[in-house]
């Protein structure tokens, strides 16, 4: 028997709650990795003035900005795997429809779940022997540990948006028809590139004006 979205209200409106909760930690996170994008830009601005008109570059640049980096590659990690921007090879999993569909969107999840759960204590093992050893750069001198903790902390904001997908996943395999929630809905390339030739064309594209 399929299971519409009216037969189970109240698991979806806790994922629903769960999932916009969290998806505000992940566009803090993404906005604060923006923001770390626009400020390496600027830096660099500054280093060819100085450079360039003065003489005068700004000691250990290539230091602060392999730490800065850091932040960008990997803060907004989650916020892209919520939206389904990364790259996806679904050139099978697009002719599935329905609840195979779903099932195997869950499976692929599931792997990335236990991945994810595997790279972490490496990671976070990365980070403590970083610190105890006073682990610098090799310029400036500048401590790396904090580069090496966004790595940890990335992998575990990660897992958990892949955790809230699992359950996403796995409540559409028993309610195919339910409104998707925590879960991404990508589009299939046809529809993306009709929807990319819309709006590069603009109103003429769909047709006369009503």
């Known amino acids: 028997m399929t299971i519409s979205s009216e037969d189970s209200p109240n698991s979806g409106r806790l994922l629903d709650r769960l999932n916009t909760w969290y998806a505000r930690v992940e566009d803090l996170l993404a906005g604060i990795a923006a923001l770390s994008i626009f400020g390496l830009m600027l830096f660099g601005v500054v280093q060819i003035v100085l450079r360039r008109f003065f003489n005068a570059p700004i000691w250990g640049y290539i230091d602060i900005v392999e730490q800065l980096m850091a932040l960008f590659a990997f803060l907004a990690v989650a916020y892209c795997q919520r939206l389904g921007g990364h790259v996806r090879m679904d050139l099978i999993i697009s002719r599935f429809k329905g609840r195979t569909y779903w099932i195997v969107e869950f499976l692929a999840v599931l792997v990335g779940l236990v991945f994810i759960a595997i790279m972490i204590p490496p990671s976070y093992d990365h980070f403590i022997r970083a610190y105890e050893l006073g682990d610098s750069t090799i310029d400036a001198g500048i401590p790396i540990w904090p ?14 948006r892949l955790l809230l997908q699992v359950f996403g996943y796995w409540r559409l395999i028993l309610a195919p028809n339910a409104d998707p929630i925590a879960v991404p809905t990508v589009q299939d390339v046809e529809k993306v590139a009709a929807e990319e030739i819309r709006e590069a064309l603009g109103d003429d594209a769909g047709g006369p004006a009503r």
């Not at 580069?147 to 958990?160: N, Y």
């Open 147 to 160: 580069s090496k903790l966004a790595v940890p902390f990335a992998l575990s904001l990660l897992w958990l």
